[in-house]
């Protein structure tokens, strides 16, 4: 069965400062979603990738799929109070099933 | 309104008590999950639905049971609640047809506690 494995667990970074959330996949990645969650809320999209390579923002993240489709990274640049909480990314899987998420990674950003 | 609603949003209930989270949705989406959250564990899929005659099981079905009421309403049962099935608990919605790039909505959580 399909994978997904986030690193790092877990991340504290001083506001302003940039960081990378990763997401590997055990097989390769039809369809890659990002979500954010707030503390103890519910899981808000971000993005989806599809195509190898394929890089998409929004305001100042950035996530990108690797050529090879198995794995891809989250950046976000200058980080704010505001991009604290658990990323967690969500992938489909091949034929008619649900997503297969992975275990997040918390965010925790210091003034 | 939310786009997914979920209740109650918390709920504290003792061992071997029969337990109800529902959950409604104004998307029109045809798909309908529930999903629990347990730290370091992630999202773990307990039942999923694709349209009001399907209920398939997921990964962590045991202990729970599902009912797809109509397509914009989905419940989780437990029918004798114990403390480990304490968690955040989510409902989500999909259509891969007409949100093809949007992957799933979520409800805000029902955080359940079992003592």
């Known amino acids: 069965s399909q994978e997904l494995e986030q690193s790092p667990q877990s991340l504290i970074v001083q506001e302003g400062k940039n960081l990378t959330i990763n997401c590997t996949s055990s097989k390769t990645l039809y369809g890659l979603y990002w979500y954010k969650q707030k503390y103890g809320e519910g899981l808000i999209f971000l993005m989806m990738l599809q195509k190898g390579g394929e890089e998409k923002s929004h305001e100042k993240i950035t996530a990108k799929l690797d050529e090879k489709k198995q794995q891809s990274s989250l950046h976000i640049t200058a980080s704010q109070p505001s991009h604290a909480g658990i990323y967690l990314c969500g992938a489909d899987k091949p034929g008619n099933t649900p997503l297969v998420f992975g275990k997040g990674t918390r965010l925790s950003v210091i003034a | ?115």
Request: proline share 4%.
């Open chain 2, 1 to 115: 309104d939310a786009d997914v609603t979920q209740t109650p949003r918390n709920r504290i209930t003792k061992t071997g008590k029969r337990i109800m989270l529902e959950c409604s949705q104004t998307k029109g989406h045809d798909r309908m999950y529930w999903y629990r959250q347990d730290p370091g564990l992630g999202l773990r899929l307990i039942y999923y639905s694709f349209d009001v005659k399907d209920i398939n099981k997921g990964e962590i079905s045991d202990g729970y049971s599902v009912s797809r009421q109509a397509q914009a309403k989905f419940s989780l049962s437990l029918e004798s609640a114990i403390p480990n099935q304490t968690a955040l608990y989510f409902c989500a919605t999909s259509d891969p047809i007409r949100d093809p790039t949007y992957g799933y909505t979520f409800g805000s959580g029902t955080r359940l506690t079992v003592v």
